[in-house]
Nanobody, 116 residues
């Protein structure tokens, strides 16, 4: 079972950028996993931000398209979410999710706050 750890969140001004990272604390490769980023704001449902298939496919929520990029670094066993042109509406806790053969793992989340 994976123990996913997210990092890279923080406070940023509107228009700024952050890069979130997701890796397994035991350094398990994520190459064979479908990895997705979700986010959740207080009082809201968790929503999909972006996904990366093991074969290289990617998909994005409409709000993330053209501003966010999901990528993998196999050597570092890490999946990234590059977020550019951030908006206050992007403020949320961001979670990493990995799925393989029906087994799902979640990280603890990293807080992203976009504020002047």
């Amino acid at each position: 079972q994976l123990h996913l750890v997210e990092s890279g969140g923080g406070l940023v001004q509107p228009g700024g950028s952050l890069r979130l990272s997701c890796a397994d604390s035991k350094a398990t490769s994520l190459s064979f996993y479908t990895v997705k980023w979700y986010r959740q704001s207080p009082g809201e449902q968790r929503e999909l931000v972006a996904g990366s298939g093991s074969g290289g496919s990617t998909d994005y929520a409409h709000f993330a398209r053209d501003r966010f990029t999901i990528s993998r670094d196999p050597a570092k066993k890490t999946v990234y979410l590059q977020m550019d042109n951030l908006k206050p509406a992007d403020t949320a806790t961001y979670y990493c999710n990995a799925v393989l053969w029906g087994f799902t793992s979640w990280g603890q989340g990293t807080q992203v706050t976009v504020s002047p």
